[in-house]
T-cell receptor, first 112, second 110 residues
Framework: EAGVAQSPRYKIIEKRQSVAFWCNPISGHATLYWYQQILGQGPKLLIQ????????DSQLPKDRFSAERLKGVDSTLKIQPAKLEDSAVYLC??????????FGPGTRLTVL | GQQLNQSPQSMFIQEGEDVSMNCTSSSIFNTWLWYKQDPGEGPVLLIALYKAGELTSNGRLTAQFGITRKDSFLNISASIPSDVGIYFC??????????FGTGTRLKVLA
């Protein structure tokens, strides 16, 4: 079974620029998550989807972050405009029917 | 956001030693997951626990779901250098939302 795919793996941008991350979940996993992981900390949930609907986006900075999962499969996370404090690893994860969560390799974002 | 209390925060051990770490929560969980994260990579699932008292092994790793459903333990036996990394626990109270521990940084001295 293929794992969670993410791209790009690395991205360097300047502050105030825009950036987008892509996630392809494990086939059949209806629940998809985007996390932000600051160096030295555990993952922090940004948004949770159930199929193509948002379940929880309470910690998503909506003035600059947006996410979508239009067809209930792939998902994109966008930051516009980026700030220095957005430098982090952005992790996509999906939940199996047996209540197990699997992570992708992450996208490491550096904002200069 | 809410986080679990995970301890120890970091540890240095000699190769061959056993390692123990734990997570505690103020809330009851239905599921406990243990992950290992290497630098530059996403967390990799090690063990999943689904009911109170459950004891599950994966090679040299053993994890237990606490009877109170508010804690979990991970043990690594006979540690080797490749065990180095950050170990995270995560709990799910049934809302499909996982809460993560603060991580245990393990360093193994050869």
């Amino acid at each position: 079974e293929a794992g969670v795919a993410q791209s790009p793996r690395y991205k360097i941008i300047e502050k105030r620029q825009s950036v987008a991350f892509w996630c392809n979940p494990i086939s059949g996993h209806a629940t998809l998550y985007w996390y932000q992981q600051i160096l030295g900390q555990g993952p922090k949930l940004l948004i949770q989807f159930q199929n193509n609907g948002v379940v929880d986006d309470s910690q998503l900075p909506k003035d600059r972050f947006s996410a979508e999962r239009l067809k209930g499969v792939d998902s994109t996370l966008k930051i516009q405009p980026a700030k220095l404090e957005d430098s982090a690893v952005y992790l996509c994860a999906t939940r199996s029917p047996t209540d197990t969560q699997y992570f992708g390799p992450g996208t490491r974002l550096t904002v200069l | 956001g809410q986080q679990l209390n995970q301890s120890p925060q970091s540890m240095f051990i000699q190769e061959g030693e056993d390692v123990s770490m734990n997570c505690t929560s103020s809330s009851i969980f239905n599921t406990w997951l243990w992950y290992k994260q290497d630098p530059g990579e996403g967390p990799v699932l090690l063990i999943a626990l689904y009911k109170a008292g459950e004891l599950t092994s994966n090679g040299r790793l053993t994890a237990q779901f606490g009877i109170t459903r508010k804690d979990s333990f991970l043990n690594i036996s006979a540690s080797i250098p490749s065990d180095v990394g950050i170990y995270f626990c995560a709990g799910n109270s049934g809302t499909y939302k996982y809460i993560f521990g603060t991580g245990t940084r393990l360093k193994v001295l050869a």
